[in-house]
């Protein structure tokens, strides 16, 4: 199975305030999410995370890393530090990604694009940074945790999603 997510924001004080996520601090928000996370997916899993994993400030990235199921992939958004993009326990790390997933052809990237590539052809774009407060362009989706009911999703929770929302 394939997951996306994106805005974890480990570690990182300043979502409880701008993004209102429902926690009293950050060790109950953290492992919230790492529970959240690790009862959706499994070891043999992939987790595209579309930026924005951890703060510099929140530990080791590794130990982390290792404490979360799946194989994890890092689209690197802007506030990912070099000890975030070096940790070990990616099993890779760019700053885009074009994939295959369930018959369709997605651009992955921390930031929504207002066009991408095969966009004519029913590409899709998933994103994170803008925390749920972007209004999405036909075919594109915000992942991040605050759009998302704080934790990963499949492409195929998405489109339903979509699909719901519009009857």
Known sequence: MIYFTSDTHFGDTRVLRLDRRPFPNMVAHDAALIESWNKIVGPDDDVWHLGDFMSARAGDCSELLSR???????????????????????????????????????????YAFRTWNQMGKKSINLHGHSHGRLKPLPRQFDVGVDAQELRPVTL????????????
């Not at 000890?83 to 052809?105: F, L």
């Not at 339903?160 to 009857?167: D, G, I, N, T, V």
């Open 68 to 110: 979360l199921k799946g194989r994890k992939h890092l689209i690197i958004g802007n506030n990912d530090p070099g000890t975030t993009t070096t940790a070990t326990g990616w099993a890779s790390v760019q700053h885009y990604a074009e994939i295959r997933a369930d018959g369709h052809h997605l651009i992955l990237c921390h």
């Open 156 to 167: 195929q929770q998405v489109l339903a999603r979509e699909r719901s929302l519009k009857r």
